[in-house]
């Protein structure tokens, strides 16, 4: 028989070792998780790193390069405004050409409704001669004739009024 001590001193042992153990495991999940924390630590350094190298090129570094940098700013935005003003410029000119057109256009079309007026009675003038030629005067009838043109003159001067 073992003596109730050894027991005792055993259960002791037995709970001090489950201790330990679970102390152990704790520390390693914290460890691992530690580990974790450093690793993404570690990356987001690298991209911060990266992102700091990437920044450096578009810092002026000395007030002199700066002063050029803001020269250069400033040579860009009056070539800018000129292009504008000069743009500007060129879509007034053409506006006023449109409204050159169209005035012209409402001119060529009140000479081409003149214009064939003008066609319309001439034709009739013609029609009107080629009338006035077929009359037959007789030698006796002088004053029927000379009455017969003037009436016809009459009436083609009426069309072209």
Not at 89 to 116: C, W, Y
Not at 118 to 126: E, G
Not at 127 to 138: A, C, D, I, K, Y
């Amino acid at each position: 028989m073992v003596p109730m001590w050894t027991c005792s001193r055993r259960n002791l042992y037995v709970s001090f070792q489950n201790a330990i153990n679970d102390n152990i495991a704790e520390w390693k999940t914290e460890m691992a998780e530690k580990s974790q924390k450093l690793t993404q630590l570690k990356v987001d350094v690298a991209t911060l790193k990266e992102n700091i190298g990437k920044l450096k090129s578009q810092i002026v570094e000395s007030p002199e390069e700066m002063k050029i940098q803001m020269e250069k700013m400033k040579e860009n935005v009056k070539n800018i405004k000129l292009a504008i003003e000069t743009a500007d410029e060129r879509l007034v000119g053409l506006q006023s050409n449109v409204q050159g057109v169209t005035h012209s256009e409402a001119d060529i079309q009140l000479i081409f409704k003149l214009l064939q007026d003008l066609q319309s009675s001439m034709n009739k003038t013609h029609q009107h001669q080629e009338e006035v030629s077929t009359v037959v005067v007789r030698p006796n009838s002088t004053s029927t004739a000379v009455y017969c043109v003037t009436v016809l003159l009459g009436a083609q001067t009426k069309w072209l009024t």
